[in-house]
């Protein structure tokens, strides 16, 4: 570029000393080309012979031929002038062309990650700052990995031995290159320190920075110095300044000191704090929705509250102005007017533009293969025609969510005139089903294995039919019959959740099981249970559209083999029982998410009433009460606690002839994984909480109690995978 511009220049004063303003060409030569030809040249170049030109055309030319990106050096010539015009020849040098591609010297990264990352391939033409670009990009990669002495240099060799992919004179261009690489050694970050922090310690600090990290013994994996890591952790460093108040905080500098040996740096950063702000006085101007007392109530912050600027941008811009968007004004705006007062006050203003109000004109739903589109539509709380409510729409993305069905879905707001959106409704489908099979062990029926179909979404209408079957066996059973399975159940149901688009749910389930006796874990008795449930519910208006209620009518026959004695504790003495029940379930959901929720709650009452006047051998009343509730603390990390209660009481029997008994199965009992009936109580033997028989068997109980605190964070999104750490504490009595 440099020769270009001393060309331009000379031909520049050549003109001013006597070349015309119009210029005829009498001829166009051309020189210097090696494998370009002479015609692509003057075709690009735009100089024709008898073509008459501005003296303009010139560098225009020029920069034509440089964009082609064959040349190094570009020059244009004029050999003689007469009256008819100007000779000219345009001095080309092309380009090398590259042939074999080598690093030398690299060990800590392999040549394949460079060929990743190096956008370089035989044949390509070598432009003059290929070269140097290709080995910013070879030191960037080592300095992502701690290498910031890293030495590269390129070279140009002329190939030993003729290449067969390039023939004629193409063969005097190509140029084999090779990077040198001198890697020497790795930097560590040594020491952080902070220069003019007084409120805040050097150790608070770094605690502030996510990524880079002051060399310690035990951290020998985090300490690799990377530039860039850095100036994001003092953002975080000033971020965590004006959350506290500080709002003219700023970083002076940052210095990186190297070791005498070049193996170690430290980092020194100089912060100016300033005051630490509270607010003082808030006046508002330009609302005619709502008045002042409403919109400060809404903003949340008082006279004598700590500045934040995580909390003053939320409550603004989130509550404040989610009050208009709640009514339709999404092209509202607010904007604050900070001032100072004195040392450590600020005044806010609030100068709030309302302009007019939106409506929904159309509602799309994008991506849905499998999902029918009324299944989603009918769990939208917005309508085409209703004006535009932001909270509706976020309570519409979670309807969506709640469903299972989608790993993501999108809401999006698109304007297509002055008062009217389009929503666009994203989805990204789950999988289908699940064909499954599976085999564990557990205290009480040792290997067990099974298989069964799981469709949530049965023909894409949001219907849900499972199919299961499973099967286990132990040796260590009283029973004689040992060619028998301990465990054995299969099970169909079906469930929809909105019939016909209403609020209505119906379904229905057939089931088997048989469970063997056991010598320490279970019932000493055998135990056999068919029957079958039908069930409805319906979503409520009242208290809110997050309760629904369900109620189950279920006939159910239990058969049992063992001792007298066995049958009397466990069965009421009677080798078969027919069951009927009614139950209700009162629940309300209010999660974020259904398989890692951040925040909601959780909360269902169960109540069941079998026998007494439905008749039948089982006779009691049961009730369940049963609390989540979802807490986001920081970064990721979730906190949930959960609370169980559960009662059951005999009833008098009404069929006559007959004695009134709680089966064993329907009391409570606790401890371990709580398959396949009880309740979990992580690190306790399986059904080992609660009320014990004398050979240490399982009674079950009247009463249990249960509270559980578990902290969460997420490892991947799709599929849902987190870790979490847990207490939890529970008891049965009889």
Do not use: C
């Not at 008898?50 to 003296?55: A, N």
């Not at 020849?89 to 590259?98: A, G, H, R, W």
């Not at 297509?416 to 557990?442: F, H, R, S, W």
Request: net charge neutral; hydrophobic share 35%; glycine share 8%.
């Amino acid at each position: 570029m440099k020769k270009l511009f001393i060309f331009i220049l000379s031909l520049a004063l050549g003109i001013a000393q006597g070349i015309p303003a119009d210029i005829t060409l009498v001829s166009v030569n051309v020189e210097g080309n090696a494998v370009t030809s002479e015609n692509t040249i003057l075709f690009t170049a735009g100089l024709r012979e008898g073509q008459t030109i501005s003296q303009a055309e010139f560098p225009r030319a020029i920069k034509r031929l440089w964009q082609l990106g064959l040349f190094q050096d570009i020059q244009l010539r004029y050999d003689n002038e007469t009256d008819e015009g100007l000779s000219l020849t345009i001095l080309v040098k092309e380009n090398f062309i590259l042939g074999d591609l080598s690093y030398d010297g690299n060990k800590k990264i392999k040549d394949r990650k460079f060929e990743d990352e190096v956008s370089l391939s035989k044949g390509q033409r070598l432009r003059p700052n290929t070269l140097h670009e290709t080995a910013k990009k070879i030191k960037e990669l080592y300095e992502e990995k701690g290498y910031l002495n890293a030495e590269i240099n390129p070279v140009l060799e002329i190939p030993v031995e003729e290449s067969t992919l390039f023939d004629g004179r193409a063969k005097d261009l190509v140029r084999n290159v090779v990077f040198n690489i001198q890697e020497n050694d790795k930097i560590k970050t040594g020491k952080i320190i902070f220069e003019g922090n007084e409120s805040y310690s050097d150790l608070r600090l770094r605690w502030t920075m996510k990524e880079t990290k002051q060399q310690r013994w035990y951290m020998f994996w985090r300490s690799t110095f990377d530039d860039k890591k850095f100036d994001e952790d003092l953002n975080l460093v000033s971020t965590y300044y004006r959350n506290k108040g500080y709002r003219d905080f700023r970083i002076v500098s940052d210095t990186i000191q190297f070791s005498e040996n070049k193996k170690m740096l430290n980092l020194v950063v100089t912060v100016d704090e300033g005051p630490q702000y509270k607010y003082r006085h808030f006046s508002w101007e330009g609302m005619t929705l709502f008045d002042e007392e409403m919109l400060q109530r809404s903003l949340g912050l008082e006279s004598g509250d700590q500045y934040s600027d995580e909390d003053f941008n939320l409550a603004v811009f989130d509550r404040v102005q989610g009050l208009y968007m709640d009514r339709g004004y999404i092209y509202s705006r607010i904007e604050p007017e900070i001032t100072p007062v004195g040392e450590d006050s600020l005044d806010i203003h609030f100068i709030l533009t309302e302009n007019h109000k939106v409506y929904i004109n159309h509602i799309a739903i994008k991506g849905n293969t499998r999902t029918r589109e009324n299944v989603i539509r009918r769990q939208l709380r917005v309508f085409p025609g209703d004006v535009f409510n932001r909270g509706r729409l976020m309570r519409s993305h979670r309807e969506v969510m709640m469903l299972n069905f989608f790993a993501n879905v999108v809401p999006d707001v698109v304007p297509v005139a002055e008062d009217k959106v389009d929503l666009e409704i994203t989805v990204e489908e789950k999988p289908a089903g699940q064909a499954n099979a599976n085999m564990g062990y557990t205290q009480s029926y040792g290997m067990t294995g099974g298989g069964g179909l799981a469709l949530p979404n049965f023909r894409g209408k949001g219907q849900s039919l499972n199919l299961s079957f499973n099967v286990g066996t132990n040796y260590n059973v009283y029973s004689l019959n040992t060619d028998r399975p301990k465990y054995q159940s299969a099970s169909i149901s079906f469930t929809d959740p909105m019939v016909n688009d209403t609020k209505n749910l119906i379904g229905g389930s057939l089931f088997y099981t048989f469970r063997g006796r056991s010598s320490m874990y279970s019932a000493p008795i055998d135990y056999t249970m068919a029957g079958s449930s039908v069930t409805w519910g319906r979503i409520f208006k009242w208290p809110d559209d997050f309760f629904r209620g369900t109620w189950s009518f279920q006939i159910v026959r239990k058969m049992y083999e063992g001792s007298q004695a066995d049958l009397d504790r466990y069965a009421g003495g009677q080798k078969t029982s027919d069951g009927i029940n009614v139950s209700q379930t009162i629940r309300r959901d209010s999660r974020d998410h259904p398989e890692f929720s951040t925040m909601g709650s959780l909360f269902s009452l169960k109540s069941t009433l079998s026998g007494w006047i439905l008749r039948g051998d089982e006779n009691f009343h049961k009730h369940i009460l049963n609390l989540e509730w979802y807490t986001p603390t920081f970064w990721k990390f979730v906190l949930m606690n959960s609370m169980k209660i559960g009662v059951v009481k005999e009833l008098p029997a009404v069929k006559e002839g007959t004695l009134s008994f709680i089966p064993w199965n329907d009391r409570f009992i606790m401890g371990g994984n709580g398959i396949p009936y009880g309740n979990p109580l992580r690190g306790y033997d399986d059904n080992r909480v609660g009320p014990l028989t004398s050979s240490l068997s399982p009674i079950g109980g009247n009463t249990m109690v249960k509270f559980g605190t578990e902290f969460r964070v997420p490892f991947a999104e799709n599929p849902v995978v987190y870790g979490l750490i847990f207490a939890e504490m529970g008891n049965v009595w009889s």
